[in-house]
């Protein structure tokens, strides 16, 4: 679903195009308009706090490995939960973010 697709709102009486097979070099021209026509309120902005994030290193890379072993303790019920490690770790993080973003 497209956000701000007068078709896709309840009750629309928009019509709506009937999907038919394209040459890949019209598909791609047609979803090139479609994103410079695309809305002005579907516009993502960063806040600085989140800026700074991906500007110091963070990436979408993680340990499947760790996942797995993580994801089998559970299942085995054996996972424990350190919620003194974790605030504290989330007071860390958060320290470390502000004063990133204050500079």
Do not use: C
Not at 50 to 73: C, H, M, N, P, Y
């Amino acid at each position: 679903m497209k956000i701000g697709n007068p078709a896709d709102k309840p009750g629309s009486t928009a019509p709506v195009a009937p999907v038919r097979n394209q040459p890949a070099e019209t598909k791609a021209a047609e979803a090139g308009a479609q994103q410079q026509a695309a809305d002005p309120s579907a516009k993502v902005e960063l806040s600085n706090a989140a800026s700074s994030l991906l500007e110091g290193g963070a990436s979408a890379d993680f340990d499947a490995d760790k996942v797995a072993r993580i994801a089998q303790a559970i299942s085995d019920g054996k996972f424990e939960i350190n919620a003194e490690k974790i605030a504290d770790r989330l007071i860390a993080n958060a320290h470390e973010v502000l004063g990133k973003a204050q500079h």
